[in-house]
């Protein structure tokens, strides 16, 4: 028996799946990116319409509840998320770095006229 | 021998002029001596003063930090085919005197990186500064295995080698830590020669904020783990 809640977010799954597969088929996002997101919702959908599973993994890793294991999990997925998104902030940010350093260097000043030799 | 003087300026104009005008035009054993000012998106009049007086600038379109600058610098310097590249302040913190010491040091003692150490000589120093610096460079030697008495001078010598070798990726203040890094990857020479600090309520305000020592940890710590 399915309960309304369990509907719900089964059915927000589907949406967040059918998001990532539209955007890997307008090639936003590589087949690897969007493997993992799949693999991320379809673990979710089990989760979602069988509750017990978590309490059987828990109980497998030692952990208390089936719902501290989800926790656990989503903090440690959080948390590398974010972390990838500082690296790809970093990165970003080096990319305008050189290009605002190639603009500079085609641009400068033109030369002045006080330049000695010895 | 050709050297390049590479002035890194954000927002300097009230001390720009009086510092580019102070430096050498002629140095005993080099050809040719260029400034070049880095003007990284400076919001005021920084690249007029530059301009008044006649040295030759690049600038950058929006500002994107210390490091950035000073490899703009470095990379002008490579473009010109340069033998020593030489990075001072624009704040007034250095003293124009002191560069023909490092270039010396750079050349008698066969260097391929002098920093000039305002910590080698007993001189007046904030304690607030001299403790940041000193966290600074035990973070140095911690992170990288480089001992150095000043890792954030902002007074340096590169050889030709070095302009060549050394490519770092900071761009804020975390790139002084990263030029003694690269400079040891690539087996290059370390020298340190004293220099004098100058410290006045001007270039304290400008100089590094104790507050920086955190995100600068972060983004070490993050490259490490990537």
């Known amino acids: 028996m399915i309960t309304s809640i369990q509907l719900v977010l089964a059915l927000f799954i589907i949406f967040a799946i059918s998001r990532a597969y539209l955007r890997f088929r307008e090639k936003v996002i590589t087949s690897a990116v969007f493997m993992l997101w799949s693999v991320v919702w379809l673990t979710a959908l089990i989760v979602v319409l069988s509750p017990p599973t978590t309490s059987k993994m828990a109980n497998f890793l030692g952990i208390g509840r089936g719902v501290d294991f989800v926790l656990y999990v989503s903090l440690a997925i959080l948390f590398y998320l974010v972390f990838r998104l500082y690296v790809m902030i970093e990165d970003l940010r080096h990319e305008i770095t050189y290009l605002v350093r190639q603009i500079a260097l085609q641009n400068p000043s033109k030369k002045p006229k006080r330049r000695r030799r010895t | 021998m050709k050297a390049q003087i590479i002035v890194p ?202 507050l920086n020592a955190i995100p600068i940890l972060i983004r070490f710590l993050v490259r490490f783990l990537r």
């Open chain 2, 9 to 210: 300026a954000f927002n300097e104009s009230q001390i720009i002029f009086k510092v580019l005008t102070s430096l050498p035009k002629k140095l005993k054993g080099i050809s040719d001596i260029e400034t070049i000012l880095v003007n990284d998106g400076s919001q005021d009049d920084t690249l007029e003063q530059a301009e008044k007086a006649k040295v030759q600038t690049v600038s950058h379109v929006i500002n994107r930090g210390l490091g950035a600058a000073i490899k703009t610098g470095i990379e002008w310097a490579k473009s010109k085919n340069t033998d020593i590249a030489i990075t001072f302040d624009s704040d007034g913190q250095h003293d124009s005197a002191d560069i023909p010491k490092i270039i010396k040091a750079l050349i008698t003692q066969k260097a391929d990186l002098v920093i000039g150490s305002r910590f080698l000589k007993k001189q007046k120093i904030p304690l607030d500064k001299l403790l940041i610096n000193k966290f600074a460079n035990l973070a140095t030697f911690l992170m990288f295995g480089v001992k150095s008495s000043d890792s954030q001078s902002g007074m340096r010598a590169f050889s030709k080698e070095a302009i060549k070798l050394i490519d770092f990726k900071g761009e804020r203040m975390d790139f002084s830590s990263e030029i003694l890094y690269e400079a040891k990857r690539n087996n290059l020479r370390i020298v340190e020669v004293p220099i004098k600090a100058i410290y006045t309520p001007y270039s304290r305000g400008k100089g590094q904020k104790h």
